[in-house]
Each structure stands twice: as C-alpha cells, then as structure tokens.
C-alpha cells in the first residue's frame, strides 16, 4: 500500500528549463513533507521540505508546492542544469518518528547539457 | 564532522544464508533508522533504534532484526536470506526522534542474494 506515490519513474530536461517533479499521497495525516535526492553510490541527500500550513517553499532554485485538497506536492528546479541529474524522493510524515516517515519511489531526472 | 557510514558496501550472499550490516551514525547522533530500497518500492522503514532501544518497526518479518550499541552504532540482521532480500540497504542518524528532524542517509549496502 503506496501512501506516497511518484508516478513518474523518469524525466529528462534540457538545461537550462524547468524541471517538474511530482508526487501524490494518500493519507490526509501527512503534514510534513520533503524531498531527497540521491546519487547513484550514494546515499539520499535533504533538498528542501514543506509543512502543511505553507503551500509553497522556496530555497534557491528549488521550489515546493503543497495542494493539500490534491493532495499533491511538486517540486520545481530553475533554471536546471547537469548536476542537478539524479533520483529524487518525495517523503511525507505525521508526528514523530522515523516509521511515520514514508518514501515514494523515485524519479530519475536527467538534465541534458 | 564524518558522515554516516555503512559497512560494507557491497555483498552477495546466497540463499538461506544470513547477515550482518552495520553503520556508524554521525558522532552526537543518538537515532538509527534502517529503510530496504528496491526498484518500483522507494524506501521502505525497516526499523528505528534510539539510545539502544528500538522505538518503531515497519512492517517486515522477523528474519529481519536490528540492535544499536551503547556509542550508537548499529547492526541490522537478516537471517534464511531469500532471493526477495535483494537490495541496497540504507540507514540514516539524525539527532534524536522528537520533532521533525533531519535523517542523514549513509551510501548504503547492496545486498546481491543468489
């Protein structure tokens, strides 16, 4: 039973534009959410999260959107360039915790030069 | 300040075998949690262990078992390996339990059963 779900496995975009991630959850307890991006060899780095009472972060070319009626978060990377290539995770959790944390699966973003 | 470290790194197994993972959390770090990455499932908790007591425990079977050490470092054991167990296996430090706290992710352990 996926709480959190990216229904995109992969995304590629040319440097330069924007990237769009997506993720969807199910549980309406959620309300903290964040994004991790890993490299391969390495472990998931924090990249930017959101609490349920913001609709929208914003940490340098990083921006988090929250609809909590949609139940649906986004991250948006802008201008995107090379380095930013890599899987990213969406996690949502309630209270604390590390089992009240729960992943997606990933999406693989590749930014051509 | 080091990061979290996992050893080792990479190791095959076979069937029916058990093993031993550990990691290092980042010095000061008193919570360890163990997820099981696979293709198509994210990440999934398998235990978080906090001042040598285990606070929480996803949903696995019991072949899975975990333990943290007084100086928090900690061990995770899978016992009758089975072809499924094949993964990379992650854990993260952070600070303590309470509130919403940061997890520092070591590179993991990619676990190959045959």
């Known amino acids: 039973d996926q709480q959190v779900k990216q229904n995109s496995p992969s995304l590629s975009v040319q440097e330069g534009r924007i990237s769009i991630l997506n993720c969807d959850y199910t549980n309406s307890m959620f309300d903290y959410f964040l994004w991790y991006k890993k490299y391969p060899a390495e472990g998931p780095t924090f990249l930017i999260s959101i609490s349920s009472i913001k609709d929208k972060n914003e940490d340098g070319r990083f921006t988090v959107f929250l609809n909590k009626s949609a139940k649906h978060l986004s991250l948006h990377i802008v201008p995107s360039q090379p380095g930013d290539s890599a899987v990213y995770f969406c996690a949502a959790s309630w209270g604390t915790g590390a089992n009240n944390l729960f992943f997606g699966t990933g999406t693989r973003l590749t930014v051509i030069p | 300040k080091a990061g979290v470290t996992q050893t080792p790194r990479y190791l095959i197994k076979t069937r029916g075998q058990q093993v031993t993972l550990s990691c290092s959390p980042i010095?000061?770090?008193?919570?360890v949690s163990w997820y099981q990455q696979t293709p198509g499932q994210g990440l999934q908790f398998l235990f978080e262990y906090f001042s040598e007591t285990q606070r929480n425990k996803g949903n696995f079977p019991g072949r899975f078992s975990g333990r943290q050490f007084s100086n928090s470092r900690s061990e995770m054991n899978v016992s009758t390996l089975e072809l499924g167990d094949s993964a990379l296996y992650l854990c993260a430090s952070s600070l303590g339990p309470q509130g919403q706290y940061e997890q520092y992710f070591g590179p993991g352990t990619r676990l190959t059963v045959t």
């Open positions: 010095s000061g770090h008193r919570s």
